[in-house]
């Protein structure tokens, strides 16, 4: 897959076509902490095509009263940042899920909601993530509700819980509950420190990665990317590995 490498020894031009569609990213704008202008929006959104990608899933924060997001508020700015795309001439599939916030508020919320009332990736797969500050003790039994709405969860950037890293079998019990794992690109960056970056490298080590997800919120999660993608300890951890990304085609 990464051949290019070897012949002169050099990286060529940024390339993360491998990857193909991104499914974790904050590039809606005005609608949590991520981009907050629409300009930016196509900006980035260019920038990720530069780089191979053909199909970009945003995934807003939906975390209690801070970012209440819905689909009432989600879908119109997806609307808004396909139709600026159609006049930049940027042609890209933009799609928009959602990144739920496991808290006593998503609780609540499965408890009135149908499967067709969440915003899911491709249909079946759901965002989720925790606090970095402590584990949610709702987990089991979000995940366990999710499984019996007919959804299968992704978690998103296990290697960021710091509580969990000198507790790896943590991430194997994830995986034993249902759990996709989703690794950040920017984590094996360093971007998040080197502790974030070693339990990223020994996920993808123990074949435990089903996607990778941008995570971009803004330029210097940008600037990282790019650089990531031209490194060739980053091909040779990915290469081989069974990731799911392209896989989400619906």
Known sequence: M???FKRSGKPVEPDLSFI??????????????????????????????????????????ILSDLYPNSPQTILPKLALVRDALKAAGVDIQVEAAAEYMIDHMFSELLAKSKKEDLLTIAGDYILVEMSYL????????????????????????????????HEFEQYERFKDLGCKLQVNLLSLSGGYGPHVKKIAERLFKNEMVDFLGTDLHHDRHLAMLKSLATKKEFYDLVNGAEILNNTLIK
């Open 20 to 61: 193909g569609i991104d499914m974790h990213s904050h590039l809606l704008p005005g609608i949590d902490d991520g981009l907050q202008e629409l300009e930016n929006s196509v900006a980035y959104i260019k920038d990720l095509k530069e780089l191979g990608y053909h199909k970009l899933i945003c995934t807003p924060h």
């Open 134 to 165: 402590s584990p949610s003790p709702n987990f089991d039994q979000a995940i366990f509700d999710l499984r019996m709405m007919g959804l299968q969860p992704i978690l998103a950037h296990p290697e960021r819980y710091s509580y969990y890293h």
């Open 2 to 4: 990464f051949n290019f």
